[in-house]
Every structure is written in C-alpha cells, then in structure tokens.
C-alpha cells in the first residue's frame, strides 16, 4: 500500500470514498506480491498496480462497484484455459484480490495508520477477507506493538487475531491467518489478510567513493535507507550523495558500533565495504562478521580485487575471524556482470541483493526452468 498512500490519504482527509484494491495471495509466478495495491479515487482516476497491467482493468471496474455498493469482494484472477478471452494472468499465476471501501466512515483509523507508516513506526492492518457472515467482511483491527484499535467482531477473535499479529509485525511480514469463525484457533471459516509495515531496511554504504554513490542511487531504487559513512569530511558531503538519506562523517567500525548499541541494525540490514582500504575495512568487518542472530546483517559485502580479497581474508585472522565467519561473506561484492564503471558495478551488487534475497540464482531467465516471479515469499532466504 505504499505505492498508493498518498493516492489514500488525499481521498480519505477530503472526505471522498476511495476502492481500495489489494493483492492478498498469489499462486506460482505472479507479477506482484501480497500487500501491492491499486486504488480507484472518488474522481475516477487510478494509482498502483496488482499484476502489471493483466487484469487492471478488471480490477478497475470491479472497484467502482464496491464503493457504489459499499461491500468488499474478494476476487481470484488466473489464467484460464477453458476461456482464452478471460481476464487473467498472462504469466499463468494467480492472484487474489481483495477491494474494499475506504473513506472516514469505514476506515476511521486511516489517518494515524498513514502517519505511522510515513514515519516509520511499526503498524499493521488486519482485515477480514473470507467469513461465512458478510457483515463480518471489511472489518480490521489496527495493530501497534503496544496498542490495537478496532475490533473484528468479538473479544476472543480481536484477542486472537492480535496475539498472532504481533509476530507478522515484528518481522515485517504479509500473511491470510485462518480462524474458526468467532477467532477460534486450529478452525477454518474466517480469513484475515495482515499488512504490515516496518521501516525500510537500511543499508549502510562505507567509503565515500564514486562507487559508493552509484551504489546508494541503487539501493534507494530497491527500497533502502542509504546511509554512506566515511571517516573523511572531504569526501563525506551531502553534494557528492544526494540519493543517500543520510550521510556520515565518523570511523565506519564506530558507527556501525554505535549504529548496534542503538539496536538499529538487524536481519534484513545491508552492509556494503567500499573502502579497499584495511584501515578502514578491516574494524568495521571484524565487528560485522561476529555479529549473529536478529544482529546479524541480512548482506555484508566488501570490494576489491581478488588480491585484496585474500589479503583481507588474511588480516581478518590475524584479528581472530576464523573460517566460520566467513559464512556469507560476500567479497569479491556483487554478481559476475563483468561491469566496469561504477554504475554497472552498483548493479550488480545491487542484483547480488536481490537474488540473495528473494532466492534467485543468479542465472539467465532462459536457462532456468522454475516460475519468473518469487512465489509470494514474504520474507528473504536466509543466507546463513
């Protein structure tokens, strides 16, 4: 639903009714994973996307019904042999769509949900998609990790519903939980789509170099928070990183420190060593490598010849690294694009990233047999 937010937002403050279309589930390759939106707003125009144009349309005018009706759908798109005129997918998935009705009246919290995913506070939604009672349809609780507005219908399903919550939010995760149809665990009747919303990942680029900069343009451009870190002022400027969100001038293996004490790095962080240089690579990836659990950084990549790569290999040693830590190391950094300059390089560190992520191999599309899109995987692989 970022995609669309403001789209949101600007309908529901002026009191209009917008249709607001989700993506809930997908079955093998599908274009878009749950939590992609499109909405229809009160003036008839649209924003976002559900599958990259193959049923828009569709979901267009399925929209415009639910805000004349004022009643949510839950709608199957997938391709269809039996009809090849039918509205589908023409990857051969198949999504599930769920459209709803949003404006003050049906969706009152709206307003603090919006500011809280602008500034980067946990929240998620939680809407009933599938119940055997149609009234039971559209209705949400609002999830925070020390507070829930709303309610799904009765105390042991709002009860439920928000424990089980708790968990997808924590780690930033779209999911359908199923329930019985009072919330009843272990039971099937009621379907409840949870979206939520974590602050972006960060990625930390280290060295301010002209690779750094091509490298956080990329890492903005896949949903990071870049911050480039360099110890030297000279380099270090907000002019030289515009596409950054935050620049800092300070020895990288103290920030990164610091960056841990303030428990603002975890498992889906990025970590990119640009510097080549072992004054500056060498502490900051003895404190990265050794670093396990919700701490340890989803990527940690370092640049450099192959030559530097076994000399810092070698350093890291001689500080204690043994070879275990070097599990997922990613050095030389990047996928094997054969670029030179820095923007190629940049992607394909940044193509490094995504495949590790969503369990790609790296390969070209036309060698491999298996489904295009990732299907419907919420949460990376882990590379450890």
């Known amino acids: 639903m970022r995609d669309v937010l403001d789209d949101v937002v600007s309908a529901w403050e002026e009191g209009g009714v917008a249709g607001l279309a989700t993506v809930v589930n997908t079955i093998r390759s599908a274009p878009r994973l749950p939590g992609a939106a499109m909405v229809v707003l009160p003036d008839g125009s649209a924003a976002g996307s559900v599958s990259g144009g193959c049923v828009e349309g569709a979901v267009y005018e399925l929209s415009e019904e639910v805000v004349a009706t004022g009643t949510p759908v839950l709608e199957r798109y997938g391709f269809s042999d039996d009809d090849a005129f039918a509205v589908g997918l023409t990857c051969g998935g198949i999504i599930d769509v769920f459209v709803e009705p949003v404006s003050r009246e049906t969706f009152p919290q709206f307003g603090t949900v919006a500011e809280d995913i602008r500034h980067g506070r946990p929240v998620a939604v939680a809407t009933v998609i599938e119940h055997p009672d149609p009234a039971w349809l559209g209705r949400r609780l609002v999830v925070r990790p020390d507070t829930t507005e709303g309610t799904l219908g009765n105390d042991h399903a709002d009860h439920a519903v928000a424990d089980d919550v708790q968990g997808l939010l924590a ?213 450890h």
């Open 171 to 383: 780690a930033g995760t779209n999911a359908i939980l199923a329930y019985g149809p009072e919330g009843q665990r272990m039971d099937s009747g009621m379907s409840v789509f949870v979206s939520s919303f974590q602050p972006r990942p960060r990625m930390i680029v280290f060295g301010a170099i002209d690779f750094a900069a091509a490298v956080a343009r990329q890492g903005a451009l896949i949903g990071y928070h870049v911050t480039v870190c360099d110890a030297r002022p000279l380099f270090a400027t907000r002019e030289r990183f515009k596409e950054a969100d935050e620049v800092v001038v300070s020895w990288p293996h103290r920030y990164l420190q610091r960056e841990l004490d303030a428990g603002r790095i975890d498992n889906r962080s990025v970590v990119c060593v640009l510097t080549h240089d072992p004054k500056f690579d060498v502490p900051v990836l003895d404190i990265a490598l050794r670093l396990e659990g919700r701490q340890r950084p989803f990527y940690i990549g370092a640049m450099g010849s192959r030559r530097t790569h076994e000399d810092r290999l070698e350093r890291l040693r001689e500080v204690g690294l043994g070879e275990e830590h070097f599990a997922g190391f990613h050095s030389p950094i990047g996928l094997d694009l054969r670029g030179r300059t820095p923007e190629e390089t940049a992607v394909a560190i940044a193509a490094e990233i995504i495949a590790l992520r969503w369990g790609g191999s790296g390969r070209e599309l036309r060698s491999t047999g298996h489904d295009i899109h990732a299907e419907g995987r919420q949460e990376p692989v882990s590379p």
